[in-house]
């Protein structure tokens, strides 16, 4: 029995990736729960060893040395005590086995079933333990099933969920379907359990699927320095360099366009803007409002406002659909954006001039310059 149960930790260690220590303590309380249940008030101070090399399961009470024994259950004398320690003396406390004929096969059976919970709750501890670590990671999955707009996702050991703030508008899951996701959170939830909940339109999705997809990033040679997204429509992230030699953009456009395309592909044709960033916040703008070419941009420190001046050609542009990429170009460089168009900037001015120019004196009518002419006169009779 005991070979078979030594046999039976090793499986469970291969399989369930749980060392044998921790099957053998979750053992030892479960047969201890069982002990109790079986001798009731014989039970008191009880201890349960497996031995680690031979599976020998053993019971032993813990009693205090007494000259005179008022409680068997918790007391014994020095003579008898002297049997399992030669060197007991009163007020000691010694272990005298108490393992019952038998009880490792039927103690065993007792304990099943809490031997089983314990080792489902050390296998969601592991589990809990492994994922923890991923928050802020990307996983790859497949989709399971789909209950009241959750999407569940299988992701081997366990099972994420997919929440409808987190999908892509528009996006489509269907079962059997493979797909990345972000790691938002990972908790504990009641019965010892774990969810881990997963992201489809947070940032940091496209930081992590270009790391996979740009080696110089993963290096260090290259660093996204921020990241504004509209999910599944556009996207804007500025990346630099630390090294001369190396163009940012380029690098995380790919050959004829490769590395870029496949997270494109991946996030089912959402628009992706690389733009190079640039410690001077006027350069910054100007790049961060790309594909629209800038004529200037002044910046306001005090009121963190970038005044941005574009051709007329490129204004429409230069603000986007719904104001989509002035507002992307705002959120990735923090500045709040003003864009005019050369012609109304020039509009502007001319306003600007004239309600500056002097008013003119309207002319006299014929009467007032009658009047005048003859108040004249009298003044110089007057005289």
Avoid at 164 to 180: A, D, M, V
Avoid at 250 to 277: T, Y
Avoid at 353 to 382: C, D, K, N, S
Wanted: with cysteine.
């Amino acid at each position: 029995m005991n070979v078979e149960l030594m046999r039976a930790l090793e499986q469970l260690e291969e399989e369930k990736g749980i060392s044998r220590e921790v099957i053998i303590e979750a053992l030892e309380a479960a047969l201890l729960s069982a002990y109790k249940k079986n001798f009731g008030q014989g039970a008191q101070n009880v201890r349960i060893e497996v031995d680690r090399e031979t599976g020998e399961i053993r019971a032993y009470q813990i009693r205090t040395v007494v000259e005179e024994v008022t409680d068997p259950n918790t007391q014994i004398a020095l003579e008898e005590a002297r049997v399992w320690d030669p060197t007991a003396r009163v007020g000691d406390v010694v272990e005298v086995e108490v393992t019952p004929q038998g009880f490792g096969r039927i103690a065993a059976q007792t304990a099943k079933q809490v031997v089983v919970q314990r080792l489902r709750e050390a296998e969601r501890e592991l589990v809990y333990k492994e994922f923890r670590d991923r928050e802020g990671d990307i996983v790859t999955g497949i989709v399971q099933r789909i209950e009241k707009k959750n999407v569940y996702i299988d992701l081997g050991r366990i099972e994420a969920v997919l929440p409808p703030t987190e999908q892509i508008p528009r996006e489509s899951y269907r079962q059997g379907q493979r797909i990345k996701a972000y790691v938002v959170e990972v908790r504990s939830v009641s019965r010892g359990g774990t969810q881990i909940v997963v992201s489809r339109t947070h940032p940091g999705l496209l930081k992590r699927l270009f790391e996979l997809e740009v080696p110089e990033i993963v290096e260090g040679i290259v660093e996204i320095k921020a990241i504004a997204r509209e999910a599944g429509g556009r996207t804007k992230i500025a990346v630099a360099s630390r090294d001369r030699n190396v163009d940012a953009v380029g690098a995380c456009v790919g050959p004829k366009g490769s590395r870029v395309q496949a997270i494109v592909d991946e996030l089912h044709g959402e628009k992706i803007d690389i733009v190079p960033w640039s410690p001077d916040p006027a350069t910054f703008v100007a790049n961060a409002l790309s594909p629209a070419k800038v004529t200037s941009v002044e910046i306001d420190e005090e009121t963190k406002t970038a005044y941005v001046i574009v051709p007329d050609n490129q204004l429409s542009l230069a603000i986007g659909r719904e104001g989509q990429n002035a507002r992307l170009a705002a959120k990735l460089t923090g500045w709040r954006i003003d864009i005019k168009s050369e012609s109304q900037v020039k509009e502007i001015e001319a306003k600007k001039i004239f309600a500056e120019l002097p008013e003119e004196e309207p002319p006299l009518e014929a009467e007032q310059q009658a009047g005048t002419g003859e108040q004249q006169v009298e003044a110089v009779r007057g005289e």
